[in-house]
């Protein structure tokens, strides 16, 4: 649906643009972002370039899924639409069991020794999309799709936003969901920092002999992590990261020798792997945008931070991203400030930006450690591991903090 011509024109009620918020990229956290602004009561737009497909029960299970954490199933829950995402196809997991290929040092986190029912779901990415894109006509989102910034212009009272076919549109605040590559951050001239893992992750749906137990498998072979994530019908969501070359050759396996590989691989913990779908790649990578904001002017989700899929965190972040944005907008347009005046989008910023930096180096980290194969770093890293087992207030903490609460 174009609804372009609602939003050019100019407000009849205060002065300033009719929009008070243009959010670019439909993908989760955009879309996630666009509903939670407009609940909140705010004329908001959301552009993106490519129409999402409906997602059907019937299809396949999409290849991409994510593991949602209780933060990101309350800011859903708030807006409506965890209720639909979880009826319709989403996979509840109560434990996690991590462990050492190297050393076999473990470390298990179980739901009810916290204190819950549940540590999480597993959801596929289309699914929580296309409930969103559902949810953004009745709460009054204009969607404008497909359409393609080409450029920005920030003003005294508004932000000036060039669409590629030409048209152009006004807002308060233009916030940039547009993924990884985020062609708006570099429009903005915002650098990123971060490293290139040369890994690839390799995902597919697998069925395996024995029942996934409704546990988060993963275990850290010295090529990288490889994770069993249990999905609702019962197969396992596997993420394999690999070196590119690796990644490359287990691609191109045949059907049988790519089954018995990640049989070995996976140590066996749900028996033989009996079957998979096509297999599909990721290229990961650390990236972190050198700053959050520009001259009304914000970044969200990946298009501000990308983190390695290790810790299974990287929407979650992006949605944790979206419930701050949307609470600094309320305080401000309740102390009745400019919602993109520059103090306002710093507290955003600054707090969003410290919260990521420190999550993406944690994980960052954690990849390091686990690449370690000299014999005594082995060791140690299983002493160390061994030890957070063993400490239930630690690993409360970590627990905790993978929670988002
Ligand atoms: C293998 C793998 C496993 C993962 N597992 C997990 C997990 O378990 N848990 C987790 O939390 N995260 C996980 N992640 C990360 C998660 O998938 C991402 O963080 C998330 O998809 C990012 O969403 P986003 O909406 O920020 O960006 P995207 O999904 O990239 O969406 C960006 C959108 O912007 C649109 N767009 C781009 N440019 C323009 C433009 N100029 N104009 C208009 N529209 C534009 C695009 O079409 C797209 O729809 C994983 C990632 C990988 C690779």
């Known amino acids: 649906m174009n609804a372009l011509s609602s939003v050019r024109g100019e407000s009849t009620r205060r002065r300033g ?5 243009a959010v670019v990229g439909g993908g ?3 879309a996630a972002a666009a509903l939670a602004f407009a609940r909140a009561g705010f ?14 029960a019937t299809d396949e299970v999409d290849l991409r899924v994510v593991g949602l954490a209780p933060s990101s199933i309350a800011l859903l829950d708030d807006m409506g639409v965890w209720t639909s995402i979880r009826d319709s196809r989403a996979g509840p997991y109560a434990h996690m069991h991590v462990w050492d290929a190297e050393n076999g040092a473990s470390i298990h986190f179980d739901a009810a020794t916290e204190g819950h029912d ?9 699914l929580v999309q296309w409930r969103l894109w559902q949810a953004l006509e009745a709460a009054g989102v204009r969607r404008l799709c497909p ?3 080409r450029g920005f212009e920030a003003q005294a009272d508004r932000i000036q936003i060039e669409l590629a076919d030409g048209e152009s549109i006004a807002a308060r605040l233009l916030v940039a969901a547009d993924g990884a590559g985020s062609p708006l951050r570099k429009l903005a001239g915002i650098e990123t920092h971060g490293r290139d893992y040369a890994q690839r992750a390799v995902v597919a749906h697998v069925s395996t002999e024995r029942p996934h137990e409704s546990t988060a498998w993963q275990r850290f072979i010295g090529t990288g992590p490889l994770a069993l994530l249990p999905l ?3 197969r396992s969501s596997i993420v394999w990261s690999l070196p590119e070359d690796e990644a490359r050759r287990v691609l191109a396996l045949d059907d049988q020798a790519f089954l018995d590989e990640l049989g070995i691989a996976s140590d066996f913990r749900l028996g033989r792997i009996t079957r998979s779908t096509p297999r599909a790649a990721f290229p990961l990578k650390l990236q972190l945008a050198e700053r959050y904001q520009a001259e009304r002017f914000v970044l969200l989700g990946d298009a501000a931070h990308a983190v390695h899929p290790l810790a299974g965190q ?3 972040l992006g949605l944790r991203d979206v419930a701050e944005l949307r609470d600094t907008l309320v305080d401000a347009r309740d ?3 400019d919602i993109a005046a520059e103090h306002v989008l710093r507290r955003y910023a600054r707090r969003r930006r410290s919260a990521d930096t420190l999550d993406a180096m944690s994980f960052d980290a954690l990849a390091r450690v686990y690449a370690w194969q000299a014999a005594p770093l082995v060791a140690a890293r299983g002493l160390g591991v061994r030890l957070i087992d063993c400490l239930p207030p630690i690993k409360r903490r970590l627990a905790e903090h993978a929670s988002g609460l």
């Not at 643009?17 to 918020?21: G, I, K, Q």
């Open 17 to 21: 643009p009719a929009l008070d918020v």
């Open 28 to 30: 989760m956290v955009g």
């Open 43 to 56: 004329a908001t737009a959301l552009l993106e370039a490519r129409e999402p497909a409906p997602w059907l």
């Open 118 to 126: 549940l540590l999480g779901y597993i959801v596929e990415n289309s």
């Open 147 to 149: 359409a393609e910034v």
């Open 232 to 234: 609702a019908d019962g």
């Open 314 to 316: 990287g929407v979650n």
């Open 335 to 337: 102390a009745g400030r």
